[in-house]
């Protein structure tokens, strides 16, 4: 039996030093090859609207096609929620409309956060398309690096690029152990979407 008095290693003995600076706005990335960008921006954007801020969601890939549990528990909650996407790029039958939706929803986005009307607007897999050069990373950076002081933006995708990392205050970095899907197992209704 161990000794009551000796500690396990690597247990913390004191907190991290106390935050003193307040922010008006926040930018965080929520990338890697994990489950759970969206699922974490999504839950950020409930807490904010129960917070009572104006939220908007944006998404780049999914389409109306899809019925998520998030867009109804979202829209209840006062959340405006943008499914602006063509689906999934290999199921595109016409790839030069799919650039286009994509440039499409990043108009609408560049909108919502200029407009200084939202708390929080969440950029659901904005790092594909930014990646297949169908969005301009500058200027998404560049929106971005000004919006208005109080809007807070979360973007979500695999392999964020490094300018959206480094204008980012809060970089997540879902890292997948294993998946189901390795396996073969389906897409669950109530669990993945």
């Given amino acids: 039996m161990a ?30 090859d994990g489950k759970g960008k ?4 999504f839950g950020t954007a409930m807490r904010a ?3 009572g801020w104006k939220v908007c969601v944006i998404q780049f890939v999914k389409s109306g096609k899809w ?3 998030e867009e109804k528990a979202a829209k209840s909650l006062g959340i405006e929620w943008l499914t602006i ?3 999934f790029t ?23 956060i200029q407009s200084g009307q939202y708390g929080l607007v969440v950029l ?13 990373i ?4 560049d929106v971005i690096r000004n919006r208005p002081p109080s809007v807070n933006v979360i973007a979500t995708g695999r392999d964020a690029p490094a300018e959206l990392v480094d204008v980012a205050d809060t970089v997540t970095e879902m890292r997948k152990v294993k998946h189901a899907f390795d396996r073969g197992v389906r897409a669950i209704r109530g669990i993945d979407f």
Avoid at 7 to 31: E, H, L
Avoid at 38 to 41: D, I, N, P
Avoid at 90 to 112: G, L, Q, Y
Avoid at 124 to 136: A, C, R
């Fill in 3 to 32: 000794d009551r008095k000796s500690k396990p290693k690597d247990v913390p003995t004191k907190g991290p030093a106390p935050a003193t600076a307040k922010a008006p706005s926040i930018v965080m990335v929520n990338t890697g």
């Fill in 38 to 41: 969206s699922t974490a921006a």
């Fill in 49 to 51: 609207a129960a917070r």
């Fill in 67 to 69: 019925k998520v549990g």
């Fill in 85 to 87: 996407g063509d689906g």
């Fill in 90 to 112: 290999w199921d595109s039958k016409d790839m030069d409309r799919t650039e286009a939706v994509a440039r499409h929803a990043w108009s609408v986005s560049k909108e919502k």
């Fill in 124 to 136: 659901d897999e904005i790092t594909y398309p930014m990646n297949w050069g169908w969005i301009p």
């Fill in 138 to 141: 500058s200027e998404v950076v």
